[in-house]
């Protein structure tokens, strides 16, 4: 009797043994597809990224923070950013009661009001417009004074046809 409650414990721990490396051996499997799997995915995100990255410099292309020789115009006048400035400036014609003198269309819904601003260069800011329903872009020709003033002119316009949805 005693003998067989022995042979019985040891046939259950064997089982128990073989479980556990069948279950380990799996688990190794699954863990080791887990991480090469994984390591697949962050390669490619690396490269999303990289290619991101690109993008965001070919679109920094033409931005005045990244034009040293449209910046230097503006060394003598010590402005931290005058980009910054320059919008600023262009969004205080927003300020007004009506559409914004810069827009050659009068609003449809509401009033137009410029949006969006890129500052191209020393000369030339990209913007756009909208009344909440129909929306344009402008090109305005700009010149930052010493005294800190700002003159806008505008050089080309386009309204969008409306989108039926």
């Not at 043994?17 to 390591?39: E, P």
């Not at 005045?64 to 060394?75: G, I, Q, T, V, W």
């Not at 014609?93 to 609003?107: C, F, V």
Request: charged fraction near 25%; hydrophobic fraction near 40%; avoid cysteine.
């Amino acid at each position: 009797m005693k003998k067989n409650i022995f042979l019985y414990l040891f046939v259950f721990a064997a089982l128990l043994a073989l479980f556990q490396f069948v279950t380990g051996n799996n688990m190794q499997k699954t863990l080791t597809s887990d991480i090469k799997q994984l390591k697949e995915e962050v390669v490619q995100l690396e490269d999303s990224l990289q290619t991101m990255h690109l993008k965001v410099l070919d679109m920094q292309y033409f931005t005045l923070e990244n034009n040293d020789d449209a910046l230097a115009y503006y060394e003598h006048l010590n402005l931290e950013n005058p980009s910054l400035y320059i919008q600023d400036k262009l969004l205080e014609t927003n300020e007004g009661k009506g559409d914004n003198p810069l827009i050659p269309y009068e609003g449809m819904e509401s009033d137009f009001k410029i949006n969006k601003i890129k500052v191209l260069n020393h000369k030339w800011i990209l913007a756009d417009f909208s009344d909440g329903k129909y929306w344009g872009d402008i090109i305005i020709k700009y010149e930052l004074k010493d005294n800190l003033s700002v003159d806008f002119t505008l050089v080309e316009h386009l309204l969008y046809a409306p989108q039926e949805y």
